[in-house]
C-alpha cells in the first residue's frame, strides 16, 4: 500500500518538475533566442527640418546661386518618417543636384519630391515673350514697377524667357539670366523660342541714341515713343533713306537708315568684339545723362546698367549688378589699370555697390547718383578728383583681354 502510495508521489514530483523546468526555460528563451533586427530610431521632426535646409543651403553656396537670376523656392513638410519638397525652381539640374546632395543626410527618411520646374505647367507652350514697347520696367513683383520696384529694363525685341503668370504679369528670365515682372500688355508671347522664329532672318540694330518709327517712310508715327539704341529688330529691307523693320507680333515700321546697323542673322548683333576703346566711346555719348534707378537704356542708367550695356553693346557679356560684375573677369591692382578695366567700389569694403570703367590716366566713367554719368579721376591733383568715390575704392577686374 505504502509503496503504492510512495510511487504516486514520485510520479507526481516529476510532473512537477517537467512543469518548472518547462517554465523556467520559456522565461530564459527570450534571453538567448537571436533578436529581431532594430528599426532606425526616428529623428525629432525639428532636427530633420534643421539637417535638411542646412544641406539644400550649403548645395546652394556651393553652386554659387544667385536669387536676382534664378528661381529656387523649396519648402520641407516633415510627416513621420517622410519628407515632402515643394516649391518651384527655375533650373531642373540644380533640383536634381540638391536632391542627390540631401539624400543620405538623416537615415530612414524618405524624400518625395513635389518640386514645381519652371516655366510653370500652367503656360503649356507658350512660354516665351519679346518686348513689344520701346523701353519697359521690370518690377520686384507681379503688378509692381516703376521707380525702386524697378529691377531692370528691357527694350523693344528683346527675348523672355517665361517662367510663371499671376495677375496678368509674367516672372521673365531676360538673356543675361536677370529675373523680373513684366505686364502681359508690354510683350509678345509666343510658343517658339524668339531666336529661331521671329528672328530666323536678318536682323537690325538701333545704332543712334534714339530713333523715331514709322508706319511709313516720312509718314505719320508708329510709335509714341522712341526706339533707344541697342534695340534689335527683323530687318526687311531698305527702300531709298529707310529701313523697314518688324515689330513684335505687329506690322512693319520705317526708321532712318542711318539709324540703324544691319546683320545677315540675329547671332552677329553683339557678336564682335571691338576692344576698349569702342567701350569707352559708347559711354562717353551719355556724359550728362541723368541717373536712373535701375536703368539700362538711353533713357536713363544706374551704375551696373552702364557699365553691362556698353560692355554689351562692342562684344562682351557680362551680368546685371556691381557685385556680380565683381565675380568676373581677372583680378587687377590699381597700379596696373588698363583702358577698359572695370572699377568698384563699396560702402562696406566687402561688396561692390557701385562700378565705374577706367579710361585711362586716372580716369573712369561712371552713372551715379545725383549727378548722373561723369568722369571723374583717381588722382588727387585732377580737378575731376572726387575723395568721397576714391575713398570707397575696393577693386579692378579686367574682362577684355
Known sequence: ????????????????????????????????????????????????????????????????????????????????????????????AHKDAMLLAISGLVPGIEIVDSITVLPHPSLGDNCWGVVKVPVVDLGDGPGSSGGDHTVTQARMGDRLRLLKESQ?????????NYLGWV???????????????????????????????????GGDLALEENLVQGTVLPFLGVSDAWASLR????????????????FDSYGEVFAQKKGAQGVI???????????????????????????????????YRIRRDADMQQEQGDPVAKEDLIPGDLVFFSKNGRSASHVGIYMGD??????????????????????DYLKSRDDTYLCARRIIK
Not at 510511487?7 to 517537467?18: A, D, F, N, P, R
Not at 525639428?46 to 546661386?65: A, M, W
Not at 517622410?82 to 525652381?89: A, D, F, M, P, R
Open 168 to 176: 496678368g504679369w509674367y516672372l521673365c528670365q531676360m538673356d543675361d
Open 247 to 262: 515689330l513684335p507680333g505687329g506690322p512693319e515700321i520705317w526708321v532712318k537708315a542711318e539709324d540703324v546697323t544691319h
Open 1 to 92: 500500500m505504502f509503496s503504492g502510495f510512495s510511487g504516486k508521489i514520485k510520479s507526481l514530483s516529476v510532473y512537477w518538475c517537467l512543469w518548472a523546468l518547462l517554465f523556467v526555460s520559456l522565461a530564459v528563451l527570450p534571453a538567448c533566442s537571436p533578436k529581431a533586427p532594430a528599426s532606425e530610431p526616428q529623428v525629432p521632426v525639428g532636427q530633420v527640418k534643421v539637417t535638411l535646409q542646412g544641406g539644400i543651403s550649403r548645395f546652394l553656396e556651393s553652386v554659387d546661386y544667385c536669387d536676382r537670376e534664378e528661381v529656387f523656392s523649396v519648402r520641407l513638410a516633415v510627416d513621420g518618417q517622410k519628407v515632402t519638397l515643394s516649391g518651384e525652381v527655375s533650373d531642373s
Open 183 to 217: 505686364g502681359s500688355s508690354d510683350i509678345y508671347v509666343t510658343d517658339k523660342d524668339p531666336e529661331r522664329s521671329f528672328f530666323s532672318g536678318e536682323a537690325a540694330l538701333v545704332a543712334s541714341k534714339m530713333t523715331s518709327a514709322y508706319l511709313s517712310p
Open 362 to 383: 586716372s580716369l573712369y566713367i561712371h552713372s551715379a547718383g545725383g549727378s548722373g554719368v561723369g568722369i571723374n579721376s583717381f588722382d588727387p591733383s585732377h580737378p
Open 281 to 315: 566711346e559708347t559711354a562717353k555719348q551719355y556724359v550728362g545723362l541723368p541717373y536712373l534707378w535701375a536703368g539700362c537704356t538711353s533713357v536713363g542708367f544706374d551704375c551696373s546698367g552702364l557699365t553691362q550695356y556698353c560692355m554689351k553693346m562692342n562684344g
